[in-house]
């Protein structure tokens, strides 16, 4: 079935998980229930995700590290009635926290919350039946050579990413996925060239750390990255270890998007899975916001600008909150973070915008540097290769540039912070 780190859980186990389960006061009864969960055993989780699936239940995993107190408070704006808390909760047979009233009956869902890079988190609820349209739109049509590899899920396996599409899909296809734990990426090389044929799942950040690792004859078969798109220079790194590069679009609401293959550039995105009809602007000079139709006419809105290439290819552009809007050129952050990236020294960097006292935009620059940088160098690299709107009036050197799991920043937050 599974391999977490180095051990296999075989259908012998997920049997008696099942069992367990059964006999559970309230996991028995989670039909029509909604279940926040907040565990460190993955196996288990698993096992739990797929029982509550089956079962017709709705669940709502919460990362590993959550406090009590944040996940009380969280599962009760999700509206579940219990709260899983615990590898115990679950071994001892009727150990759970009631939240609500648990006589309202609810349909079968995963519930997941969004990043929140973009303001609060918000509370998304998907159906198992449009889970089971993604994986198989996934599987069938968007990913089908993926079949032949082994899934080294290196990211979370509570959010959508990595439990849709590194792990349902895999078993769905009966593939055993390597679930990691150990995120050291000198164990997950380890592990990886262990196997034959094979897909690391993560986010940028790890990938980069294990491809700095990997000799040059002996690289990295093929990775999938989703989460944040990646900035150029990284991109351009990663080519030179990684044989395959994959690279996915989604959003909690829907799931994935777009799968690009081999990608040429770090703004592919790829093409949309069949089962969804999806919007966005014609070419790079007019990128319009990323609108998906699910099957039955429901719309999202993803608050992302991208456009179509010629190819029908999907590349993302920035987030709308992300554009910077100065004196009515518009300013995408990422475009200046890669030629910024490119100036001896540069570690790490975010542009992000700042609202002037006289009420427009302002180009905001904090960077991480091996070298020291005077304000004025900064500038002058940016005023040969962007335009006169695009360079960063306020520049800040910091040690560290914060980043959440799957490598996204929110830029609101520094603003914020700027200000």
Not at 42 to 62: R, T
Not at 133 to 155: D, H, K, R
Not at 252 to 260: H, K, P, V, Y
Request: aromatic fraction near 8%; charge should be negative; charged fraction near 20%.
């Amino acid at each position: 079935m599974i391999y977490v780190d180095d051990s296999f859980f075989d259908k012998k186990f997920f049997d008696s998980c099942y069992d367990a389960f059964d006999q559970h006061s309230v996991i028995s009864q989670c039909k029509g229930r909604r279940i926040a969960v907040c565990m460190s055993n993955i196996s288990v989780w698993i096992a739990l995700c797929l029982y509550i699936k089956e079962k017709g239940g709705a669940v709502f995993p919460l990362p590993v590290d959550t406090p009590l107190a944040a996940a009380q408070r969280r599962a009760k704006l999700a509206q579940c009635q219990y709260l899983i808390f615990g590898d115990d909760a679950v071994a001892s047979g009727d150990c759970c926290e009631v939240l609500m009233d648990a006589t309202e009956v609810f349909s079968g869902s995963l519930i997941q919350m969004s990043s929140g890079t973009t303001g609060n988190p918000k509370v998304i609820e998907r159906s198992w039946s449009s889970i089971d349209l993604e994986i198989s739109s996934y599987m069938t049509e968007a990913f089908p050579e993926g079949s032949s590899m082994i899934p080294v899920v290196a990211c979370p396996v509570n959010h959508s990413y990595g439990l849709i599409c590194g792990v349902l899909v895999a078993l769905k296809r009966g593939v055993h996925p390597v679930i990691i734990r150990n995120n050291n990426p000198k164990y997950i090389l380890k592990r990886i060239q262990s196997l034959d044929n094979y897909i690391v799942y993560s986010s940028p950040i790890l990938l980069g750390a294990i491809a700095i690792l990997a000799k040059d004859n002996n690289p990295i078969k093929a990775v999938m990255t989703s989460g944040s798109v990646m900035q150029k220079p990284f991109f351009e790194k990663l080519k030179i270890k990684v044989l395959s590069i994959y690279q996915q679009y989604g959003c909690s609401e829907i799931g994935c998007i777009s799968l690009a293959k081999n990608i040429s550039s770090e703004s592919e995105i790829g093409k949309v899975l069949p089962h969804l009809d999806v919007s966005a602007g014609s070419d790079s000079d007019t990128p319009k916001e990323i609108v998906a139709i699910l099957p039955g006419g429901h719309k999202v809105s993803t608050c992302d600008l991208g456009f179509f290439d010629k190819a029908n290819v999907l590349h993302f552009t920035s987030r709308i909150d992300d554009m910077i809007n100065v004196s009515g050129f518009n300013v995408y952050p990422g475009e200046v973070e890669n030629i910024i990236l490119e100036m001896p020294g540069m570690l790490d960097v975010v542009v992000f915008k700042r609202q002037h006292s006289l009420g427009h935009d302002q180009v905001c620059l904090n960077y991480v540097s091996d070298v020291e940088l005077l304000d004025s160098e900064i500038r002058q690299w940016c005023k040969s290769r962007l335009s006169h709107h695009q360079i960063p009036m306020v520049i800040s050197s910091v040690d560290e540039i914060p980043r959440l799991p799957n490598g996204k920043v929110s830029r609101n937050k520094m603003a914020i912070s700027l200000a």
